[in-house]
């Protein structure tokens, strides 16, 4: 038997709308900080930093550097901008999570771990950039439009997925038996 089919709501349309809007305003924040050294930190120090090391270490005959917001490297550089170090994902995350029926110490652990999957995730895609660039330039096109920003979210939804699930399993098992 078909379960009914979810009724749109007045409710649901306004906590959606809110959802939507907080995305909004943590993406108007990200962009208020451009030039910053918020900015400056995350792109700079943590995603071309931590790209650089992982590169010298997978490669160390490249001899990458990290310079400012570039990966400069013999052969083929990346610019690392304001968007590319996977906010937007991040924000999508913590949108969805601060709707999810979950209590606040789950949303925030899902948060912080969503964070850190983000940033992996982000590591490979920026290595996976680096390295199409340096050895098929034809290929890089499609690895920065279309695959590796599938790969970001297909990443993040099969996380959001599986948070929701342990966070329902959490809160089912915290309730009292009837």
């Known amino acids: ?7 749109i709501t007045f409710r649901g349309v ?11 305003a943590l993406q108007g924040a990200w962009q208020l900080a451009r030039d910053t050294p918020l900015e400056r930190l995350l792109i700079h120090e943590f995603t071309v930093g931590s790209a650089v090391t992982f590169i010298n270490g997978l490669t160390p005959e490249v001899q990458a ?14 610019n690392i901008r304001n968007g590319c170090e996977g906010t937007e994902i991040w924000f999508l995350l ?5 709707g999810a029926s979950a209590g606040w110490r789950a949303k925030l652990l899902g948060m912080l771990a969503g964070a850190v999957l983000v940033f992996a995730l982000n590591q490979a895609r920026v290595l996976g950039l680096f390295y199409g660039l340096r050895y098929d330039r034809g290929l890089f096109d499609t690895l920065h439009t279309l695959l590796a920003p599938l790969f970001m979210v297909a990443g993040a939804l099969l996380f959001y997925l599986a948070w929701a699930e342990w966070s329902g399993r959490r809160s089912r098992a ?3 038996a009837r």
């Open 94 to 98: 913590v949108a969805a999570m601060a």
């Open 14 to 24: 306004l906590t959606l709308l809110a959802l939507a809007g907080l995305y909004v």
């Open 1 to 7: 038997m078909l379960s009914p089919s979810p009724r």
């Open 65 to 78: 550097r990290g310079v400012e917001s570039t990966i400069r490297a013999e052969g083929g550089s990346i």
């Open 174 to 176: 915290a309730m009292p």
